[in-house]
């Protein structure tokens, strides 16, 4: 069975520019969430999908946003980037049922200048 | 909601047991405990998960007290392989508003 799929795989954008990363979750698995991993920050939690709805959102700014298509595919938007921005972007699945792991991809990494 | 605190780093040496703690003060009655391993590069991946006692699989064991307000990874004769950072989770799942509390994760440097 084929694992979390991000793409792309890295990215180099400017500030003020927009992006868009994308997240093919494992077959079957229709919870998508998305975080943010920076160094001495951790993972931090943007948001999480099911079922195309947004279930939870973490405390990040209006500019990050999401959204999950009816094949349970997801996407994330960050708008007018910010050197800050630059990160490890992971994308998770998992089936439903809350105790269930977490199964993540290998991230895109965003690189703002 | 509980708050995970764990050690920055460990070293250890090839064929010995690693164990790392991850203390959860305000954990709460449904909130369940999971371990990731992450490499550079790559995303987190499931190790373990337990809600008490004590759990064991083919590659680690986790430990969990009675009160339930901290956590225990155990590694077995670990390997250079072995080093990653260890990520400890708290989840705590409330209908459809689960909340995930994450460690800053422990790097475990494995030395031959």
């Known amino acids: 069975k084929a694992g979390v799929t991000q793409t792309p795989r890295y990215l180099i954008k400017t500030r003020g520019q927009q992006v868009t990363l994308s997240c093919s979750p494992i077959s079957g698995h229709r919870s998508v969430s998305w975080y943010q991993q920076t160094p001495g920050q951790g993972l931090q939690f943007l948001f999480e999908?099911?079922?195309?709805?947004?279930?939870n959102k973490g405390n990040f700014p209006g500019r990050f946003s999401g959204r999950q298509f009816s094949n349970s595919r997801s996407e994330m938007n960050v708008s007018t980037l910010e050197l800050g921005d630059s990160a490890l972007y992971l994308c998770?699945?998992?089936?439903?049922?809350?105790?269930?792991?977490?199964?993540f991809g290998n991230g895109t990494r965003l690189t703002v200048t | 909601l509980a708050k995970t605190t764990q050690p920055i780093s460990m070293d250890s040496y090839e064929g010995q047991e690693v164990n790392i703690t991850c203390s959860h003060n305000n954990i709460a009655t449904n909130d369940y405990i999971t371990w990731y391993q992450q490499f550079p590069s790559q995303g987190p991946r499931f190790i373990i998960q337990?809600?008490?006692?004590?759990v064991t699989n083919e590659v680690a064991s986790l430990f969990i007290p009675a009160d339930r307000k901290s956590s225990t990874l155990s590694l077995p004769r670990v390997s250079l392989s072995d080093t990653a950072v260890y990520y400890c989770?708290?989840?705590?799942?409330?209908?459809?508003?689960?909340?995930?509390?994450w460690g800053l994760g422990t790097s475990l440097a494995v030395n031959p």
């Open positions: 999908y099911f079922s195309e709805t947004q279930r």
């Open positions: 989770l708290v989840a705590r799942n409330a209908g459809n508003n689960r909340k995930l509390i």
């Open positions: 998770a699945s998992s089936l439903v049922g809350d105790n269930s792991p977490l199964h």
């Open positions: 337990g809600y008490k006692t004590k």
